[in-house]
């Protein structure tokens, strides 16, 4: 599709992408835009190259933080220092960061990203029932991590356990 129709149908996805992958380092509107101006518009364009345009713009948003700040500034502003406060869903964002990276990645791009099957398919370029398996699979693998630390809950339902511990206040669909 070209860049309008990408940009019409896949803005708020962008958003929602740019926002938890960066962490609060730049603004997820700012960087959604910058990931649609990446992108030839002479050109018709996939989820797979909205994606590597995503995750350009976040490696560059970590470049541009860490050429504003020097070493001494993250040393004051206690980059190295442990945490006091636990956080919100930690053990469960742990359990989800210790999984291999192509595990992470599904279950992000479909319970994170809000991707449907078939495009979760095409941003990984494989197929359909490739991505129900691999989902199947990095779903059990990361609850086993997780009743490792929690074994005293049940939780068997994925979706609502990822999705409850999503970063951030963007949604595919708008704020959410």
Same mark, same amino acid.
């Given at each position: 599709m070209n860049l309008e129709e990408l940009r019409t149908q896949y803005h708020d996805l962008a958003v929602t992408a740019c926002e938890w992958r960066a962490m609060g380092l730049a603004d997820p509107h700012d960087m959604a835009a910058e990931v649609f101006g990446r992108l030839d518009s002479t050109k018709d364009h996939g989820l797979r190259d909205l994606y590597a345009s995503?995750?350009?713009v976040v490696v560059l948003s970590f470049q541009r933080n860490a050429?504003?700040?020097?070493?001494?500034?993250?040393?004051?502003?206690g980059v190295f220092t442990e945490r006091t406060a636990p956080i919100p869903?930690?053990?469960? =964002?742990?359990?989800l960061s210790n999984l291999r990276?192509?595990?992470r990645n599904i279950l992000q791009y479909r319970f994170w990203d809000e991707l449907t099957d078939l495009e979760t398919a095409e941003v990984l370029n494989t197929t359909v029932e490739q991505v129900i398996?691999?989902?199947?699979?990095?779903?059990?693998?990361? =609850?086993g991590k997780l009743s490792r630390s929690h074994p005293d809950l049940n939780l068997s339902d994925i979706a609502d356990t990822l999705r409850s511990i999503k970063p951030g206040i963007y949604g595919r669909y708008g704020m959410g």
């Open positions: 995503i995750e350009r050429e504003r700040s020097s070493i001494m500034d993250r040393l004051r502003g869903g930690g053990d469960f =964002l742990k359990a990276g192509r595990d398996e691999r989902l199947a699979t990095a779903g059990s693998r990361y =609850l």
